[in-house]
């Protein structure tokens, strides 16, 4: 369920980050809901024939659901260490 939390919150920063770009944003909504390998190879190649602007923009939101503060959701019981029994 926490997988899932954080691909909506990518999905939808994302969309707040591409309002001016409708399209890419469509690209990247549907390759992400649809878990499509090839439409989001798609998205990324019309990101990156698109402004250097966008692209940073776009970049630095994926990097930091990757790497930063669990994709802007607070983690479940499981999640921190509190749901399992297992020794």
Same mark, same amino acid.
């Given at each position: 369920?926490?997988?899932?939390?954080?691909? %909506?919150?990518?999905?939808?920063?994302?969309?707040? /980050? #591409?309002?001016?770009?409708? +399209?890419?944003? !469509? $690209?990247?909504?549907?390759?992400?809901?649809?878990?499509? %390998?090839?439409?989001?190879?798609?998205?990324?190649? /019309? #990101?990156?024939?698109?402004? +250097?602007?966008? !692209? $940073?923009?776009v970049e630095a939101l994926?990097?930091?659901?990757?790497?930063?503060?669990?994709?802007?959701?607070?983690?479940?019981?499981?999640?921190?260490?509190?749901?399992?029994n297992v020794h």
């Open positions: 369920m926490f997988k899932l939390a954080r691909l %909506e919150a990518l999905r939808h920063n994302l969309t707040a /980050a #591409l309002t001016h770009h409708p +399209e890419l944003a !469509r $690209a990247f909504e549907d390759a992400l809901t649809r878990h499509d %390998e090839q439409a989001l190879g798609a998205a990324f190649e /019309a #990101l990156h024939a698109g402004s +250097e602007e966008t !692209r $940073a923009e994926i990097l930091d659901w990757l790497f930063g503060d669990e994709g802007g959701v607070e983690p479940g019981p499981a999640a921190a260490g509190g749901g399992s």
